[in-house]
């Protein structure tokens, strides 16, 4: 069974920066991708940035040029960093993990519990 952990979030001053961490555990046979979503109060859940299983990134309007998303796959167990730079108060939600990754022909996700991120003016 594969479960998220995720850590990192809290509260910063606008111009700050946070790292937010993700750990999936349980076995992951081939992974397509990581990354993070969010959603604001009143919001729509909203891509961030995702990395895939070959290290190819994407990542959402809000994110680019500001937020970094890396991975480590060291011993088959994988994590996913965002690093936030530059954060705003509009950057203000939680924010998910999520991974998805096939086993044979059949494809699986997982989202995490969340991570409350808030930016103060």
């Known amino acids: 069974q594969v479960q998220l952990v995720e850590s990192g979030g809290g509260l910063v001053q606008a111009g700050g920066s946070l790292r937010l961490s993700c750990a999936a555990s349980?076995?992951?046979?081939?992974?397509?991708?990581m990354g993070w979503y969010r959603q604001a109060p009143g919001g729509r859940r909203e891509l961030v940035a995702t990395i895939s299983g070959g290290g190819v990134t994407d990542h959402g309007d809000s994110a680019r040029g500001r937020f970094i998303i890396s991975k480590d796959d060291t011993n088959d167990k994988h994590t996913v960093y965002l690093q936030m730079n530059d954060l705003k108060p509009e950057d203000t939600a939680v924010y998910y993990c999520?991974?998805?990754?096939?086993?044979?022909?059949?494809?699986?996700?997982?989202w995490g519990q969340g991570s409350q991120v808030t930016v103060s003016s």
């Open positions: 999520y991974v998805d990754w096939y086993d044979r022909w059949a494809r699986f996700d997982r």
């Open positions: 349980g076995t992951i046979s081939t992974l397509n991708k």
